[in-house]
């Protein structure tokens, strides 16, 4: 539909109706110095749609795109190839609905595809029981902390300094307003931390990710029996998960709670979402667990069908029952997800996994030859931290001069000094070993 501007009668109309006599009045409270006084610098005033277009466009042109340079940014939102029939089946007019999707009487390919991906998510993380998604990791991690609150009455949480901390701003925000108590320890970019110490008799969970933050892959086998002899849940939360194609599930470490975030599955980088939020955990706190789960079954004359098995949010339990208020996610996100996990298979997950993992073997090799680079993983999966000889984010802007998106500086997500000159670099299959030498020869120049 067409944009059709009011006339002035339409304007004095409307504002007759209302009992003002400019459109000035409607903005009387707004203070005059946080008012425009003119033209927006560098836009033009008016101006046709394909004029506007040559604008935005040009300055659109002045950003870099994912896929259009050397491009080594990941911290918890990875560039991975998504094949063209992801994206065409999607296209399916099947798949498009305004509505909530999941009316067992409306939609039964939908609850299908959903009791698909919980299948392929219990069988990521080695866990028994997964919902049918969340909005994404961050937020599936708060619910999972919620969820330990009420299985163990308790309400403190302890969260790993190797927690990504934009998940940990999430977790405090959702406790400043929901009362409970939570336990932030202080990144651990250099040095290992011992959480097991932390917990006492009051904490509900710790909460704890693999690969970390700074891409360290952690065995959380000794954590969860420490854990489960105080009573505490372990929650492990997966920001990568292709990941789990080459590295044990949270599940056979012992997890009961087990968060991802599912970006790198069949969605883009999106510019930061929307994303897919995987949430699974162990049978016996399956009624403790927020959102929804969809089953199989059949129906009176016999055949398969799938309903909504069990469902805790307030649209179809009382208030008071309900364990959490999220509605829905973005269920497309979760349905690309579903489809590009299937097209891979197991054995093609394990391919993807091995290439990503040999790629960042490659880019480690390389930046490890490079004087003043210092590589301070032992062990990562595709992502690692480097410490460079000055501060990482003006080696990242200068880089980006020469069109070479070198990575996260570590201070972008924790302003931490000892975090200054951290650089996270983090490569996955679309990375050619061109890409790998242009950044490290800039880096040779940089650290010189």
Known sequence: MRYLPLTAQDRNDMLQKIGVATVDDLFKDVPAAAKLKGPIAGLPNHASEMEVERQLSKLANQNISAGSAPFFCG???????????????????????????????????????LFEFQTQVCML????????????GSTGTVEAVMMANRVTKRD??????????????????????????????PPTVKQAENLAS??????????????????????????????????????????????????????????????????????????????????????EYM????????????????????????STREQHIRREKATSNICTNSGLCALAFTMHLTLLGEEGLKKLSRLNHAM????????????????????????????????????????????????????RLDNTPELKNILLVAVTETTTPEHIEALAVALEKECR
């Not at 999430?170 to 336990?183: I, Q, R, Y």
């Not at 927020?290 to 069990?310: I, W």
């Open 287 to 310: 009624r403790q667990m927020p959102g929804r789960l969809c089953g199989q079954t059949v129906d009176a004359e016999g055949q398969r069908g799938f309903v909504l098995t069990l």
């Open 125 to 136: 993380t080695g866990m028994p029981v997964a919902n049918a998604s969340m909005y994404d």
């Open 75 to 113: 911290a918890g939102a990875y560039r991975h190839h998504v094949p063209a029939s992801v994206d065409q089946l999607l296209l399916r007019g099947e798949f498009l609905t305004s509505y909530t999707p999941y009316q067992p009487e409306v939609s039964q390919g939908t609850l299908q595809y």
């Open 198 to 283: 932390k917990i006492t008799q009051q904490t509900s969970c710790v909460v704890v990710q693999t690969p970390d933050v700074w891409g360290r892959v952690h065995d959380v086998t000794a954590l969860a029996e420490a854990c489960h002899k105080n009573g505490t849940l372990l929650i492990v939360v997966v920001t990568e998960v292709v990941s789990l194609g080459l590295l044990p599930s949270p599940g056979s470490m012992g997890a009961d709670i087990v968060v991802c975030e599912g970006q790198s599955i069949g969605n883009g980088l999106n510019f930061g979402g929307p994303y897919v939020g995987l949430f699974a955990t162990k049978e």
């Open 360 to 411: 960042a073997v490659q880019t480690v090799d390389r930046l490890a030859k490079i004087s003043g680079v210092n590589v301070l993983n032992d062990n990562f999966f595709n992502e690692f931290s480097v410490e460079l000889p000055k501060p990482a984010a003006e080696v990242v802007e200068r880089l980006a001069a020469q069109k070479i998106i070198a990575g996260v500086p570590a201070s």
């Open 156 to 185: 403190q949480a302890i969260l790993s300094g190797g927690l990504h901390p934009h998940y940990r701003d999430v977790v405090k925000t959702h406790a400043d307003l929901s009362g409970f108590k939570v336990e932030c320890l």
